[in-house]
């Protein structure tokens, strides 16, 4: 079939150039005694032959294919995508062309791919499940130039032994080098360079610093940053672009604006916010209110293509951390000369709404304008003096108190009209932790929210659909923000585990996106809603920014953008561009249309993932390190989730979930009824199910895998 080149006695008589060759002459995979058969070789030739057939597949010319054959590579279909590894290990490539299923990729196929790169994968025969099997041939980009890893142990003189802090990068690193002035400790995390990969499952890398050990609060919060490539520093330019603005504005920036100095805005936050983006007023009239939403004109101070716009392009949103937050804007913007600061002229867009006594929306308009906050006022302070009727809290407010509520009033309405309509509201609790001076959490309670918060959510949404509902109008290209309905199949299923809950006789039986509101406002001031309001939000599709007009199911709207945060979110300042080229404001003619807006919001909707899963971890991290603190302490709980080898507790006394195994209850064997959603005992008929009150015990806390074990105590169910 292919001729062998005559070699000296002792050598190969066949070439990798040979192999090749025979894979093209024969057109279809080879298996090891093909390549014996065909090129009429003999086995004393084995190891050589390996080792080529090795070196073409590292060399990405063959790729080894399910059954121990091999193929040629250029005659498989390749695909370009993201690799994205699971907890459990294994890894799916999400294509570059969206239309295209994600490929499911063993371990065993990643090659030398990490999580996150951009890999070139070829198809192979067969599924795995619904999605096609593939193996990954070529990377393109690598996701990360280091790596966070944790010190196991010593190894040699200069050498550690590190694991990744990803726990999808599945790995061991031999780090060595001299950057550290002392040798790292046991459980201290480090920042690497990997080099090489060694041999299968492990790699060398160089040390590059230290974070600390990671039983530190503020150690965790920038190994998060790291891990999630969150950016900690703006570069040289943007600092200087920032610092070329001036302090406050001036008289010139008022001239073509409306001037509402002497309306009484008030910013309602959270006790720590230090940038104010929106400021609200209402006014009663003859037969409604009218509601003037103010916003920071971000876009005055940043041009399009700017150096400051483009960091902020790049960045997409700001990032919350329990103890930091790396702002979109540098701080001389976000806390500064676009902040809505009490006592100071501030540029702002303002959304002007006149609705009727029943909440109904009357006209709107929209103009630049100049206002002048009258007081910085906190949720907390809302709540004492408008739902608590405290005395001294109104009169420390008493200027705006009138004001105040007016707006309850509206805020009622507003929310009244917006539940008619089949909004869904969703009551999971926010963890609050409280520090000590060092960093380190001490506390971890719930989030109390109360109409002080509902009152800012509903003028939000209100300002958010007028302005999306008049660039509509105007086919002016802007970035809705959309909401899909839930998939039936999922709607279906959410309805069948909540009808296996405690309350599920009272629930409705046909799995509707109507009847989800019903659903909701059952569970509510239950022991039930946490469970219910969690997996009603699991089964969720995730909101978007899109140029297209659509609709946003979880606020029942069919119009909607994001308009009143331009400090924090980059959609938008382009929604407040959009505006103003509506409005015919000079300077804003020609602004992004839809082609470059939809890359943009692509780039947005994976920020904004990136933001969520970032917090999402920093605060399981945290809840980690805080309840190191509380082993052997008792708790109460409800079981939010079961799988086939345990479940999850939500505990009542810390906001804080972990996991009870099944290996540690030795009363009876278990089966898990995964249509039912539970676990049974096969002797005693023993009951764990979701919605479910047990009582347990914390045992052990791994703050590495972020895992919070448990264990039942003797009165294990509460009755």
Same mark, same amino acid.
């Given at each position: 079939m292919?001729?062998?080149?005559?070699k000296?006695? !002792?050598? %190969?008589?066949?070439?990798?150039?040979?192999?090749l060759e025979?894979?093209r002459?024969?057109?279809?995979?080879?298996?090891?005694n093909?390549?014996?058969?065909?090129?009429?070789l003999?086995?004393?030739?084995?190891?050589?032959?390996?080792?080529?057939i090795?070196?073409?597949?590292?060399?990405?010319?063959?790729i080894?294919?399910?059954?121990?054959?091999?193929?040629?590579t250029?005659?498989l279909?390749?695909?370009?995508?993201?690799?994205?590894?699971?907890?459990?290990?294994?890894g799916?490539?999400? +294509?570059d062309?969206?239309?295209?299923?994600?490929?499911?990729?063993?371990?065993?196929?990643?090659?030398n791919?990490?999580?996150?790169?951009?890999?070139?994968v070829?198809?192979?025969? !067969?599924?795995?499940?619904? /999605?096609?099997?593939?193996?990954?041939?070529?990377?393109l980009?690598?996701?990360?130039?280091?790596?966070? %890893?944790?010190v196991?142990?010593?190894?040699?003189?200069?050498?550690?032994?590190c694991?990744?802090?990803?726990?999808?990068?599945?790995?061991?690193i031999?780090a060595?080098?001299?950057?550290?002035?002392?040798?790292?400790?046991?459980n201290?995390?480090?920042?690497?360079?990997p #080099?090489e990969?060694?041999?299968?499952?492990?790699?060398?890398?160089e040390?590059?610093?230290?974070l600390?050990?990671?039983?530190?609060g503020?150690?965790?919060?920038?190994?998060?940053?790291?891990?999630?490539d969150? +950016?900690?520093?703006f570069?040289?330019?943007?600092?200087?672009?920032?610092?070329?603005?001036?302090?406050?504005?001036?008289?010139?920036?008022f001239?073509?604006?409306i001037?509402?100095?002497?309306?009484?805005?008030?910013?309602?936050? !959270?006790?720590?916010?230090?940038?104010?983006d929106?400021?609200?007023?209402v006014?009663?009239q003859?037969?409604g209110?009218?509601?003037w939403?103010?916003?920071?004109?971000?876009?005055?101070?940043?041009?399009? $293509?700017?150096v400051l716009?483009?960091?902020?392009?790049?960045?997409?949103?700001?990032?919350?951390?329990p103890?930091s937050?790396e702002?979109?804007?540098?701080?001389?913007?976000? /806390?500064?000369? %676009?902040?809505?600061?009490?006592?100071?002229?501030?540029?702002?867009?303002?959304?002007?709404?006149?609705?009727?006594a029943?909440?109904?929306?009357?006209?709107?308009?929209f103009? +630049?304008a100049?206002?002048?906050?009258?007081?910085r006022?906190?949720?907390s302070?809302?709540?004492?003096?408008?739902? $608590?009727k405290?005395?001294?809290?109104?009169?420390?407010?008493?200027?705006?108190?009138?004001m105040?509520?007016?707006?309850?009033?509206l805020?009622?309405?507003?929310?009244?009209?917006?539940?008619?309509?089949?909004?869904?509201?969703?009551?999971?609790?926010?963890?609050l932790?409280?520090? $000590?001076?060092?960093?380190?959490?001490?506390?971890?309670?719930?989030?109390?929210?109360?109409?002080?918060?509902?009152?800012?959510?509903?003028?939000?949404?209100?300002? /958010?659909e007028?302005?999306?509902?008049?660039?509509?109008?105007?086919?002016?290209?802007?970035?809705?923000?959309?909401?899909?309905?839930?998939?039936?199949?999922?709607?279906?299923?959410l309805?069948?585990?909540?009808?296996?809950?405690e309350l599920g006789?009272?629930f409705?039986?046909?799995?509707?996106?109507e009847?989800?509101?019903?659903v909701l406002?059952?569970?509510?001031?239950?022991?039930?809603?946490?469970?219910?309001?969690?997996?009603?939000?699991?089964?969720?599709?995730?909101?978007?920014?899109?140029?297209?007009?659509?609709?946003h199911?979880g606020?029942?709207?069919?119009?909607?953008c994001?308009?009143?945060?331009p400090?924090?979110?980059?959609?938008?300042?382009?929604?407040?561009?959009?505006?103003k080229?509506?409005l015919?404001?000079k300077?804003?003619?020609?602004?992004r249309?839809?082609?470059?807006?939809?890359?943009?919001a692509?780039?947005?909707? #994976?920020?904004e993932?990136v933001?969520?899963?970032?917090?999402?971890?920093?605060?399981?991290?945290?809840t980690?390190?805080?309840?190191?603190?509380?082993? !052997?302490?008792?708790?109460?709980?409800?079981i939010?989730g079961?799988a086939?080898?345990?479940?999850?507790?939500?505990?009542?006394?810390?906001?804080?979930?972990?996991?009870?195994?099944?290996?540690?209850?030795d009363?009876d064997?278990?089966v898990?009824l995964s249509?039912? /959603?539970?676990?049974?005992?096969?002797?005693?008929?023993r009951?764990?199910?979701l919605?479910?009150?047990v009582k347990?015990?914390?045992?052990?806390?791994?703050?590495?895998?972020?895992?919070?074990?448990?264990?039942?105590?003797?009165?294990?169910v509460?009755?």
């Amino acid at each position: 079939m292919v001729k062998k080149k005559k070699k000296k006695s !002792g050598e %190969c008589p066949i070439s990798p150039q040979n192999i090749l060759e025979l894979f093209r002459d024969v057109k279809r995979p080879l298996k090891m005694n093909d390549f014996y058969r065909f090129m009429h070789l003999s086995k004393r030739w084995r190891r050589d032959l390996e080792a080529m057939i090795d070196y073409l597949e590292k060399d990405g010319k063959i790729i080894r294919l399910r059954g121990g054959a091999w193929g040629l590579t250029k005659n498989l279909r390749l695909i370009t995508g993201r690799l994205q590894v699971q907890r459990s290990g294994v890894g799916f490539v999400l +294509p570059d062309d969206k239309r295209r299923a994600d490929i499911f990729v063993a371990p065993s196929a990643f090659g030398n791919a990490m999580h996150g790169d951009t890999v070139v994968v070829a198809l192979l025969p !067969g599924h795995r499940g619904k /999605n096609q099997e593939g193996r990954i041939v070529r990377i393109l980009e690598r996701a990360r130039d280091t790596i966070t %890893c944790r010190v196991i142990k010593k190894m040699g003189k200069a050498g550690y032994i590190c694991r990744p802090t990803d726990s999808r990068l599945t790995f061991s690193i031999l780090a060595t080098g001299d950057a550290l002035e002392r040798r790292p400790r046991k459980n201290e995390l480090l920042v690497v360079e990997p #080099k090489e990969q060694v041999e299968p499952g492990l790699w060398s890398a160089e040390i590059l610093e230290s974070l600390g050990h990671e039983e530190d609060g503020n150690v965790q919060e920038r190994l998060v940053k790291l891990n999630h490539d969150i +950016p900690t520093e703006f570069p040289e330019d943007v600092v200087e672009a920032a610092k070329g603005l001036p302090d406050v504005p001036s008289e010139e920036d008022f001239v073509d604006r409306i001037d509402l100095r002497k309306l009484d805005f008030v910013t309602i936050d !959270g006790s720590t916010a230090r940038d104010f983006d929106d400021a609200v007023y209402v006014e009663e009239q003859r037969d409604g209110y009218r509601l003037w939403v103010a916003i920071a004109d971000v876009s005055h101070y940043v041009q399009e $293509d700017s150096v400051l716009d483009q960091e902020a392009v790049e960045r997409a949103n700001s990032y919350y951390f329990p103890q930091s937050v790396e702002p979109m804007f540098p701080v001389a913007l976000s /806390n500064g000369l %676009c902040s809505l600061n009490p006592r100071v002229p501030r540029l702002a867009m303002v959304a002007e709404t006149y609705f009727y006594a029943d909440g109904s929306y009357g006209k709107s308009k929209f103009y +630049p304008a100049v206002i002048q906050s009258k007081a910085r006022l906190t949720y907390s302070q809302v709540k004492r003096a408008l739902l $608590d009727k405290d005395e001294k809290e109104r009169a420390v407010i008493a200027p705006v108190l009138p004001m105040l509520e007016r707006a309850e009033e509206l805020a009622r309405a507003l929310k009244q009209k917006r539940d008619e309509r089949g909004s869904l509201d969703f009551d999971v609790p926010e963890a609050l932790v409280t520090f $000590d001076v060092a960093g380190d959490p001490i506390a971890i309670d719930r989030k109390v929210r109360h109409f002080g918060h509902m009152m800012i959510e509903e003028f939000m949404i209100a300002a /958010n659909e007028a302005v999306a509902r008049f660039l509509t109008e105007a086919k002016i290209p802007f970035l809705y923000r959309v909401h899909p309905e839930p998939e039936l199949d999922k709607l279906s299923g959410l309805f069948k585990m909540l009808h296996r809950t405690e309350l599920g006789e009272s629930f409705p039986n046909e799995p509707t996106p109507e009847n989800l509101q019903v659903v909701l406002k059952l569970a509510a001031g239950t022991e039930q809603e946490f469970v219910v309001n969690r997996l009603t939000l699991r089964t969720m599709m995730q909101a978007q920014y899109t140029p297209a007009h659509q609709t946003h199911f979880g606020l029942a709207s069919d119009c909607y953008c994001h308009f009143t945060s331009p400090i924090r979110r980059y959609a938008d300042l382009i929604v407040h561009r959009a505006l103003k080229r509506a409005l015919g404001v000079k300077g804003y003619e020609h602004v992004r249309g839809t082609d470059k807006i939809q890359a943009i919001a692509e780039h947005l909707n #994976k920020r904004e993932r990136v933001a969520m899963e970032a917090e999402r971890e920093i605060l399981k991290r945290i809840t980690a390190l805080y309840m190191l603190s509380q082993v !052997g302490a008792e708790f109460t709980g409800v079981i939010s989730g079961v799988a086939e080898f345990g479940f999850w507790v939500e505990l009542e006394e810390v906001m804080a979930e972990g996991m009870v195994r099944l290996s540690s209850i030795d009363d009876d064997y278990y089966v898990y009824l995964s249509e039912r /959603n539970e676990l049974i005992g096969e002797r005693t008929a023993r009951r764990f199910a979701l919605g479910q009150v047990v009582k347990v015990w914390l045992y052990d806390v791994n703050v590495a895998r972020m895992e919070i074990n448990l264990k039942l105590r003797e009165e294990d169910v509460v009755d």
